[in-house]
């Protein structure tokens, strides 16, 4: 796989995780107004985005596997990244929703 | 280094460290239930194995610095990846328990 | 670019995002001191440094978008996730520091 196709993989990578990212930030702004049923609405809507990303994320782990030769790109990199991010923010902000919940602060 | 040896290196993190990062999210849940020796032992444990994923990497820069040719892999970088992350996760959950146990929420 | 200067500039990516990191951990610390004021003086302390670090990683996307071809580097890629990982504790700190201000535990 060259460099072209995986930039392309790269914003598509980008873009959802980007927008995932998104909407988990307004879920917990939600959940500092109390509004959990909102918060809970947005994680839905942010891991639907999430998915795609990681499903793309997923073919080229699994082209590699496969025998497939990927090439280094630096906005792949810097998607990746992002991917992960998105991950450990999620992960991380789904428990400060909770404390939100449990202490009513 | 080739990529065959990069991504048995690759596997190695991967599994240490999500090891790692599943001990600190079970860490998290026993000090939700007020638990915070058994929170404290969880996260003991999962430092072990957070030391084990984090010496292949070390070792890896270290050959690199010494001239090594090391190839890219996406494998590889994704188990990078992984092992931020858990480092992350690990550093902000142990913040998370002790506001648990400040606020005895 | 070759694989030299890029090792260069992951040392300095490193530097300034690993003070970021310090600097966002302090503000948390002093957060748990009841010092909001020490806290936010540290926060835009912090980012002073993380731009410095996101600045070299930009011009850096811009190059390759331009059609300069970037080779892989472990080190580089260190620094790439280092500086992600400064970014995204630094998010979740600062929401770790509000909820302090708003709960007074």
């Known amino acids: 796989m060259n460099n072209e196709n995986l930039d392309m993989i ?10 995932a990212r998104s909407l988990v ?8 107004d109390g509004d959990f049923v909102s918060a ?6 942010s891991n639907q985005y999430f998915v795609e990303g990681h499903k793309v994320h997923a073919q080229l ?7 497939e030769k990927v090439e280094f790109s630096l906005l792949f990199m810097h998607a990746e990244d992002q991917l992960m ?6 992960l991380l902000v789904k428990e400060m929703i909770e ?3 449990r202490s009513g602060i």
Request: glycine share 8%; proline share 0%.
């Open 85 to 90: 991010s998105a991950e450990t923010i999620t």
């Open 25 to 32: 930030m307004e879920a917990l702004a939600a959940a500092k």
């Open 10 to 19: 790269g914003f598509q990578i980008i873009s959802n995780v980007g927008t």
């Open 61 to 67: 782990i699994q082209k590699e596997a496969a025998g």
């Open 99 to 101: 404390m939100y919940k």
């Open 40 to 45: 809970e609405e947005k994680l839905e809507e």
